[in-house]
C-alpha cells in the first residue's frame, strides 16, 4: 500500500509540471512569429496579431498593430533570433509566454545584437490565438 502511496505521489508531481498540448502550440506559435518577423511574412503576422496590439520594445517604444506592421518596411529589420529560453502557461482562453534571448536586428540601418528578456499574451479569438501583447527589456548593460 505504501508503495502505491508513493507512486501516486510521484506520478502527480510529474504531471502537474507537464507542459499540456496548449502550452506546446502557444510556444510553437512564439517561435514562429520570430521566424516570420526576419522572413517578412507580413500575411501571417497580421494574422497572428490582435487589431489592438500593443508592441513594447525594449527601449520604451510603443507600437499598435498597424505601426508594428508598417516597420518591416525597412525602419527595423530582424536578422536572427536565438530563443534560449521559452516557455507558456495556458489559462482557460488566454496564455502568457516568457522568454530570452539574443536579438540582431538593423534600427535606422544600424546594427544591433541585444539580449533580451520578454512576455507576450494571448488570447484564444475563436480558434485561433491573437498575439495582444508583448514587452521585452534588455539584460545586462
Given at each position: 500500500m505504501?508503495?502505491?502511496?508513493?507512486?501516486?505521489f510521484?506520478?502527480?508531481g510529474?504531471?502537474s509540471?507537464a507542459?499540456?498540448?496548449?502550452?506546446?502550440?502557444?510556444?510553437?506559435?512564439?517561435?514562429?512569429k520570430?521566424?516570420?518577423?526576419i522572413e517578412?511574412k507580413?500575411?501571417?503576422?497580421?494574422?497572428?496579431?490582435?487589431?489592438?496590439?500593443?508592441?513594447?520594445?525594449?527601449?520604451?517604444?510603443?507600437?499598435?498593430?498597424?505601426?508594428?506592421?508598417?516597420?518591416?518596411?525597412?525602419?527595423?529589420?530582424?536578422?536572427?533570433?536565438?530563443?534560449?529560453?521559452?516557455?507558456?502557461?495556458?489559462?482557460?482562453r488566454?496564455?502568457?509566454?516568457?522568454?530570452?534571448?539574443?536579438?540582431t536586428?538593423?534600427?535606422?540601418?544600424?546594427?544591433?545584437?541585444?539580449?533580451?528578456?520578454f512576455?507576450?499574451?494571448?488570447?484564444?479569438?475563436?480558434?485561433k490565438?491573437?498575439?495582444?501583447?508583448?514587452?521585452?527589456?534588455k539584460i545586462?548593460?
Open positions: 505504501r508503495i502505491l502511496f508513493a507512486f501516486i510521484i506520478v502527480s510529474f504531471s509540471t507542459q499540456t498540448k496548449d502550452e506546446a502550440e502557444i510556444e510553437n506559435i512564439s517561435r514562429k520570430f521566424r516570420w518577423m517578412k507580413l500575411d501571417s503576422l497580421d494574422l497572428l496579431t490582435d487589431e489592438r496590439l500593443s508592441y513594447i520594445h525594449s527601449n520604451g517604444w510603443v507600437q499598435s498593430k498597424k505601426e508594428f506592421l508598417e516597420d518591416f518596411n525597412g525602419k527595423l529589420v530582424y536578422h536572427k533570433v536565438d530563443i534560449t529560453e521559452l516557455s507558456a502557461r495556458v489559462y482557460r488566454s496564455a502568457v509566454v516568457t522568454g530570452k534571448g539574443r536579438f536586428v538593423s534600427l535606422n540601418g544600424t546594427r544591433i545584437e541585444i539580449d533580451l528578456l512576455s507576450e499574451v494571448y488570447v484564444r479569438s475563436g480558434s490565438w491573437k498575439l495582444v501583447s508583448r514587452h521585452a527589456n545586462g548593460t
